[in-house]
């Protein structure tokens, strides 16, 4: 009889042990508007643990074993995160913080600790500082642009005196024939610069005529590469893309790799025929557009494009043809004026 009885007293005993097939959540920071991805949340005690999406979110398909259990989230940068589980037969998980304080699954939130935060005010301040910068120069350019239009207009009025001048003088009636003064092209001088980087792109030095973004090109070449950074000290390259975009271009781009790409003020295309001095050109590790962009670069000429990056070492020019680009490349983007 007990022999009879076994394998159902097991199938029992299972179910009293196990009663969750499956539990989801979501880790945010302490505004509940910023997803953390890539922590790992992990159930104290037995071997199932997950790593968060780019959505901050987490599912759990192994049956959780029934009880209390401490559930713990960890990433580099936070402070570790804790919370308690009660798993029972037939309800659902409940989910309660150390005070005793009821979770909302949709929103388990981790905190950075000191060092994460005083590097991200530091970071703050320092794209503050580039900034102010790019605003100091877009208004130095339209008071230029000002004051040259000032000098056209007072030489203008000067000839047109002249003009008045010698009428009188020969006794016109009519308005004389007026004076075209042709201008005198100016001779056609190849700079250091655009020698420099003809050679290095493989393009006539004519063709590099965009004297801001080459003299950014070889303000910030060799510059390491830093997550998070953008100063002299350590830049990434979204922080990169950012200030060309604006330094050299007069266009105001996102923050990160991914919010560039996802912009919609970013037009995608594939073909690298189609790529233009300052458009944006996006990687990921695998190549696969249905997955987060990690990298993002600034189209030059010729297949080059430059970019801050680990591989690199820093800010540096790379070419499309080359092994790791080719595999890593998603696609290009065309910025429009936001």
């Known amino acids: 009889m007990l022999k009879t009885l076994a394998p159902f007293l097991i199938l029992l005993i ?7 097939s499956s539990f989801k959540g979501v880790v945010t920071e302490n505004d509940e508007t910023m997803f953390v991805n890539d922590a790992i949340v992990e159930i104290e005690g037995t ?21 209390e259990h401490v559930v713990t989230i960890t990433k580099e940068g936070y402070v570790t995160g ?6 029972a037969l037939g309800k659902s998980i409940a989910m309660t913080n150390s005070s005793g304080k009821k979770i909302n699954s949709n929103s388990i939130i981790i905190n950075p600790n000191k060092k994460e935060r005083k590097r991200r005010e530091k970071a703050s301040k320092e794209q503050e500082k580039i900034e102010k910068k790019i605003r100091k120069e877009r208004e130095k350019t339209i008071a230029n642009a000002q004051k040259e239009k000032e000098k056209r207009d007072k030489l203008l009025e000067k000839n047109k005196k002249k003009l008045l001048k010698q009428k009188k003088k020969n006794g016109y009636d009519d308005e004389p024939e007026p004076v075209i003064v042709e201008d005198v092209p100016e001779e056609n001088i190849i700079t ?8 290095i792109l493989n393009v006539s030095p004519e063709s590099i005529t965009n004297t801001k973004l080459y003299e950014l090109v070889e303000e910030w070449n060799g510059v390491p590469y830093l ?11 979204s922080a990169i893309t950012l200030m060309f975009s604006a330094s050299a271009f007069n266009i105001y781009i996102e923050r990160t790799a991914d919010t560039q790409y996802l ?4 037009e995608h295309f594939r073909r690298k025929e ?5 458009n944006l050109i996006f990687f990921n590790e695998t190549g696969d557009e249905t997955k987060d962009i990690t990298h993002v670069g600034m189209y030059l000429a010729n297949n080059y494009f430059v970019h801050s990056s680990k591989s690199t070492k820093g800010v540096a020019i790379s070419n499309l043809d080359e092994p790791l680009w080719k595999k890593m490349y998603v696609a290009s983007g065309k910025r429009s004026k936001n």
Do not use: R
Request: hydrophobic content about 25%.
């Open 82 to 87: 804790y919370f308690l589980i009660d798993v």
């Open 274 to 278: 189609y790529l233009q001095e300052g």
């Open 192 to 199: 250091p610069l655009q020698k420099k980087y003809s050679e």
């Open 263 to 266: 912009s919609e003020n970013t």
């Open 14 to 20: 299972s179910f009293q042990t196990y009663s969750q």
């Open 227 to 237: 997550l998070g950074g953008s100063t002299k000290k350590g830049i990434d390259c």
């Open 47 to 67: 071997a199932i643990a997950q790593t968060t999406d780019s959505n901050g979110s987490f599912t759990f398909t192994e049956k959780i074993p029934d009880g």
